[in-house]
């Protein structure tokens, strides 16, 4: 893992991306992420990452990986904070794996959930991505308490989210919008 730190010139928080998968495809163990929190730490003083998925599975050459079940005790034993990703468009098999592994004993591993990622860019429906956080939120809200989405920052600017911000989408109303975001700059 090669890691460079960045100098941040506006407000936020420095986190990483992380990925589920070693170099040849092979999933990621418990142990592979403690060395990448030790590196990404010592090189940055960063102690957030953030997931795409907790099962990996759209490789289709590849078995899926049970991101959560590795990630979820290596960042407790760093001190590190998770940003799980689930996808949107897999929302269910995303939250049946994650279902066993979030306990309360993550409650403070777990900086947030990001229900979608860069999902409404690829076409997918602000309603049905709010939906799928909505379930989320009712879920798993009672260990996590950020709930949101991940998209390209585009789509908040052009009103594509805005569904997703108010919440103004078929169900029981009135139902509070999103307030944890993270945008992603537009791909070129």
């Known amino acids: ?43 940055s003083g960063s102690k957030i990452v953030r997931t795409y998925s907790v099962v990996d599975k759209n490789v ?17 034993s760093k001190n590190f904070q998770v940003i799980l990703g689930l996808w949107a468009e897999s929302y269910e098999a995303e939250k049946a794996a994650l279902l066993p592994v979030l306990t309360s004993e993550y409650k403070k591993t777990v900086y947030a959930l990001t229900v979608g990622s860069e999902s ?18 009712t879920t798993f809200g009672s260990i996590v308490g950020r709930v949101g989405t991940a998209d390209s920052w585009n789509k908040f600017q052009d009103g594509t989210a805005d569904p997703i911000l108010t919440g103004d989408c078929p169900g029981p109303k009135p139902r509070p919008g999103v307030t944890f975001l993270y945008a992603l700059p537009p791909r070129v």
């Open 1 to 43: 893992m090669v890691v460079s730190p960045l100098a941040v010139s506006a407000r936020g928080t420095l986190g990483f991306a992380i990925g589920a998968r070693k170099e040849g495809g092979q999933c990621k163990t418990r142990e592979d992420y403690e060395a990448d929190f030790d590196a990404l730490s010592s090189a």
């Open 120 to 137: 409404l860019y690829r076409g997918v429906s602000a309603c049905d991505v709010f939906s799928a956080i909505d379930d989320a939120r």
């Open 60 to 76: 289709a050459q590849y078995a899926p990986c049970q991101v959560a079940a590795e990630i979820l005790p290596a960042a407790a």
